[in-house]
Protein backbone atom coordinates (compact mmCIF):
# COMPACT_ATOMS: atom_id res chain seq x y z
CA UNK A 1 0.00 0.00 0.00
CA UNK A 2 1.34 3.48 -0.62
CA UNK A 3 1.56 5.51 2.56
CA UNK A 4 0.48 9.15 2.83
CA UNK A 5 2.05 11.25 5.21
CA UNK A 6 1.60 15.00 6.01
CA UNK A 7 3.27 18.06 7.73
CA UNK A 8 2.99 19.29 9.92
CA UNK A 9 0.59 17.47 12.16
CA UNK A 10 -0.70 20.89 13.76
CA UNK A 11 0.09 24.22 12.18
CA UNK A 12 -1.01 27.49 14.33
CA UNK A 13 -1.35 30.34 11.99
CA UNK A 14 -3.40 34.27 11.88
CA UNK A 15 -5.55 35.29 9.69
CA UNK A 16 -3.62 36.75 6.79
CA UNK A 17 -0.85 34.45 7.05
CA UNK A 18 0.44 32.34 3.80
CA UNK A 19 -0.17 28.49 4.93
CA UNK A 20 1.73 25.68 3.41
CA UNK A 21 1.17 21.90 4.17
CA UNK A 22 2.70 18.64 2.92
CA UNK A 23 2.29 15.34 1.50
CA UNK A 24 4.52 13.14 0.76
CA UNK A 25 3.89 9.88 -0.77
CA UNK A 26 6.19 6.37 -0.04
CA UNK A 27 6.42 5.63 -3.86
CA UNK A 28 5.63 7.87 -6.95
CA UNK A 29 1.69 8.68 -7.52
CA UNK A 30 2.32 11.17 -10.87
CA UNK A 31 -0.45 14.29 -10.43
CA UNK A 32 -2.69 11.67 -8.58
CA UNK A 33 -3.59 13.31 -5.59
CA UNK A 34 -6.43 15.56 -3.86
CA UNK A 35 -6.96 17.67 -1.21
CA UNK A 36 -9.68 17.94 1.40
CA UNK A 37 -11.13 20.33 4.35
CA UNK A 38 -12.58 18.98 6.82
CA UNK A 39 -14.35 21.00 9.92
CA UNK A 40 -15.36 19.26 13.26
CA UNK A 41 -18.82 17.12 12.67
CA UNK A 42 -18.43 17.66 8.98
CA UNK A 43 -17.91 15.64 6.12
CA UNK A 44 -14.44 16.43 4.38
CA UNK A 45 -14.87 19.18 1.52
CA UNK A 46 -13.08 18.54 -1.97
CA UNK A 47 -10.58 21.51 -2.57
CA UNK A 48 -8.25 20.47 -5.04
CA UNK A 49 -7.90 17.19 -7.33
CA UNK A 50 -5.18 16.39 -10.15
CA UNK A 51 -2.81 17.48 -7.44
CA UNK A 52 -3.39 22.01 -8.66
CA UNK A 53 -6.92 22.04 -9.73
CA UNK A 54 -9.31 23.59 -8.09
CA UNK A 55 -12.42 22.38 -7.55
CA UNK A 56 -15.17 24.57 -8.49
CA UNK A 57 -16.56 26.93 -5.89
CA UNK A 58 -13.35 26.41 -4.31
CA UNK A 59 -11.83 30.30 -3.37
CA UNK A 60 -8.92 30.85 -5.63
CA UNK A 61 -6.40 31.19 -2.43
CA UNK A 62 -6.27 27.59 -2.01
CA UNK A 63 -3.81 26.40 -4.62
CA UNK A 64 -2.08 22.98 -4.56
CA UNK A 65 1.37 21.81 -6.41
CA UNK A 66 4.15 18.77 -6.90
CA UNK A 67 3.91 15.71 -8.76
CA UNK A 68 5.94 12.07 -7.69
CA UNK A 69 6.41 11.70 -4.19
CA UNK A 70 5.59 15.56 -2.49
CA UNK A 71 2.74 17.87 -2.73
CA UNK A 72 2.12 20.88 -1.06
CA UNK A 73 -1.37 22.70 -0.56
CA UNK A 74 -1.44 26.34 -0.43
CA UNK A 75 -3.77 29.11 1.75
CA UNK A 76 -2.52 32.04 0.02
CA UNK A 77 -4.01 34.60 3.11
CA UNK A 78 -5.68 32.85 5.34
CA UNK A 79 -9.74 33.21 6.55
CA UNK A 80 -11.39 32.62 9.58
CA UNK A 81 -13.40 29.86 8.02
CA UNK A 82 -9.88 27.97 6.83
CA UNK A 83 -9.71 27.14 10.34
CA UNK A 84 -9.91 23.03 10.09
CA UNK A 85 -8.13 19.58 9.33
CA UNK A 86 -6.57 19.11 6.03
CA UNK A 87 -6.34 15.93 4.03
CA UNK A 88 -4.16 14.63 1.51
CA UNK A 89 -5.53 11.60 -0.55
CA UNK A 90 -3.79 9.52 -3.08
CA UNK A 91 -5.88 7.49 -5.90
CA UNK A 92 -3.00 6.28 -8.07
CA UNK A 93 -3.43 3.19 -6.45
CA UNK A 94 -6.60 2.63 -4.80
CA UNK A 95 -6.77 5.19 -2.24
CA UNK A 96 -5.32 6.42 0.96
CA UNK A 97 -5.27 9.40 3.00
CA UNK A 98 -2.56 11.02 4.66
CA UNK A 99 -3.28 11.67 8.78
CA UNK A 100 -4.33 14.95 8.62
CA UNK A 101 -2.97 18.38 9.26
CA UNK A 102 -5.19 20.74 11.64
CA UNK A 103 -5.12 24.24 11.17
CA UNK A 104 -5.44 26.33 14.12
CA UNK A 105 -5.85 30.03 15.79
CA UNK A 106 -2.77 31.37 16.53
CA UNK B 1 -28.84 18.59 -6.12
CA UNK B 2 -27.22 15.15 -5.34
CA UNK B 3 -27.34 14.32 -1.82
CA UNK B 4 -26.29 11.32 -0.01
CA UNK B 5 -27.38 9.77 3.28
CA UNK B 6 -26.14 7.16 5.60
CA UNK B 7 -28.63 5.22 7.64
CA UNK B 8 -28.26 1.76 9.88
CA UNK B 9 -27.85 0.61 13.21
CA UNK B 10 -25.68 2.88 15.78
CA UNK B 11 -24.48 0.18 17.92
CA UNK B 12 -22.87 -3.19 16.84
CA UNK B 13 -21.97 -6.18 19.44
CA UNK B 14 -18.44 -7.00 18.37
CA UNK B 15 -17.74 -10.28 16.29
CA UNK B 16 -21.22 -9.28 14.70
CA UNK B 17 -21.86 -7.71 11.15
CA UNK B 18 -22.37 -3.74 10.67
CA UNK B 19 -24.72 -3.04 8.20
CA UNK B 20 -25.34 0.41 6.10
CA UNK B 21 -27.45 1.87 3.78
CA UNK B 22 -26.84 4.77 1.78
CA UNK B 23 -29.95 6.42 -0.33
CA UNK B 24 -28.88 9.18 -2.94
CA UNK B 25 -31.14 11.31 -4.01
CA UNK B 26 -30.99 14.28 -6.69
CA UNK B 27 -29.76 11.87 -9.48
CA UNK B 28 -29.57 8.21 -10.86
CA UNK B 29 -27.04 6.15 -9.38
CA UNK B 30 -26.90 4.44 -12.42
CA UNK B 31 -24.76 7.17 -14.01
CA UNK B 32 -22.08 5.55 -16.42
CA UNK B 33 -19.89 7.87 -14.91
CA UNK B 34 -19.48 7.20 -11.07
CA UNK B 35 -18.86 4.97 -8.25
CA UNK B 36 -19.89 4.82 -4.78
CA UNK B 37 -17.75 4.36 -1.72
CA UNK B 38 -17.52 4.40 1.78
CA UNK B 39 -15.31 6.20 3.90
CA UNK B 40 -14.77 5.80 7.91
CA UNK B 41 -12.97 7.91 10.15
CA UNK B 42 -12.69 6.72 14.01
CA UNK B 43 -13.36 9.14 16.27
CA UNK B 44 -9.79 11.83 16.12
CA UNK B 45 -8.81 10.11 13.68
CA UNK B 46 -7.85 10.56 10.16
CA UNK B 47 -10.15 8.63 6.80
CA UNK B 48 -10.05 5.67 5.58
CA UNK B 49 -11.51 4.72 1.89
CA UNK B 50 -13.23 1.02 2.56
CA UNK B 51 -14.17 0.40 -0.64
CA UNK B 52 -16.86 1.72 -3.88
CA UNK B 53 -18.90 0.00 -6.43
CA UNK B 54 -20.13 0.55 -9.65
CA UNK B 55 -23.54 0.58 -10.76
CA UNK B 56 -23.52 -2.30 -12.47
CA UNK B 57 -21.75 -4.20 -9.48
CA UNK B 58 -17.74 -4.11 -10.08
CA UNK B 59 -16.15 -3.37 -6.64
CA UNK B 60 -12.98 -2.32 -5.51
CA UNK B 61 -11.92 -2.96 -1.93
CA UNK B 62 -8.75 -1.61 0.87
CA UNK B 63 -6.96 -4.81 0.72
CA UNK B 64 -6.87 -4.97 4.76
CA UNK B 65 -10.78 -4.75 4.96
CA UNK B 66 -11.08 -7.07 1.66
CA UNK B 67 -11.99 -10.34 3.66
CA UNK B 68 -14.85 -8.90 5.75
CA UNK B 69 -16.31 -6.26 3.42
CA UNK B 70 -19.06 -6.32 1.08
CA UNK B 71 -20.60 -3.37 -0.98
CA UNK B 72 -23.56 -3.87 -3.04
CA UNK B 73 -26.59 -2.19 -5.17
CA UNK B 74 -29.79 -1.30 -5.45
CA UNK B 75 -30.44 0.43 -8.57
CA UNK B 76 -34.39 0.21 -8.25
CA UNK B 77 -34.31 1.85 -4.87
CA UNK B 78 -31.05 4.24 -6.25
CA UNK B 79 -28.81 3.00 -3.02
CA UNK B 80 -26.02 1.33 -1.73
CA UNK B 81 -24.95 -0.93 0.95
CA UNK B 82 -22.24 -1.45 2.96
CA UNK B 83 -21.77 -5.13 5.28
CA UNK B 84 -18.49 -5.11 7.58
CA UNK B 85 -18.16 -8.54 9.58
CA UNK B 86 -16.44 -9.57 12.45
CA UNK B 87 -16.33 -5.90 14.02
CA UNK B 88 -14.64 -5.22 16.62
CA UNK B 89 -13.84 -2.24 19.11
CA UNK B 90 -11.46 -0.68 16.02
CA UNK B 91 -14.00 -0.64 13.19
CA UNK B 92 -15.79 2.03 16.01
CA UNK B 93 -16.13 5.42 13.62
CA UNK B 94 -18.06 7.34 11.23
CA UNK B 95 -18.79 5.80 8.38
CA UNK B 96 -19.50 7.85 5.08
CA UNK B 97 -20.53 7.29 1.91
CA UNK B 98 -19.42 9.31 -1.05
CA UNK B 99 -19.21 9.56 -5.05
CA UNK B 100 -16.16 9.68 -7.22
CA UNK B 101 -15.79 9.99 -10.80
CA UNK B 102 -14.93 6.27 -12.52
CA UNK B 103 -11.36 5.99 -12.99
CA UNK B 104 -9.94 2.38 -13.08
CA UNK B 105 -9.52 0.39 -9.79
CA UNK B 106 -8.51 3.44 -7.96
CA UNK B 107 -10.96 5.89 -6.01
CA UNK B 108 -10.81 9.02 -7.34
CA UNK B 109 -11.70 11.94 -5.58
CA UNK B 110 -15.06 12.08 -3.94
CA UNK B 111 -16.92 15.26 -4.78
CA UNK B 112 -20.32 14.52 -2.66
CA UNK B 113 -20.35 13.27 0.79
CA UNK B 114 -23.17 11.95 3.21
CA UNK B 115 -23.30 13.68 6.30
CA UNK B 116 -21.61 10.35 7.77
CA UNK B 117 -23.02 8.06 10.88
CA UNK B 118 -21.37 7.08 13.90
CA UNK B 119 -21.46 3.24 14.42
CA UNK B 120 -19.69 2.28 17.48
CA UNK B 121 -19.15 -1.28 18.52
CA UNK B 122 -19.41 -2.46 21.95
CA UNK B 123 -21.39 -5.47 23.87
Known amino acids: DIQMTQSPSTLSASVGDRVTITCRASQSISTWLAWYQQKPGKAPKLLIY???SLESGVPSRFSGSGSGTEFTLTISSLQPDDFATYYC????????FGQGTKVEIK | HLQLQESGPGLVKPSETLSLTCNVS??????????WGWIRQPPGKGLEWIGSIYYRGSTNYKSSLKSRVTISVDTSRNQFSLKLTSVAAADTAVYYC???????????????WGQGTLVTVSS
Open chain 2, 98 to 112: ARHVKGGYSAYPFDY
Open chain 1, 89 to 96: QQYSDYSG
Open chain 2, 26 to 35: GDSISSSSYY
Open chain 1, 50 to 52: KAS
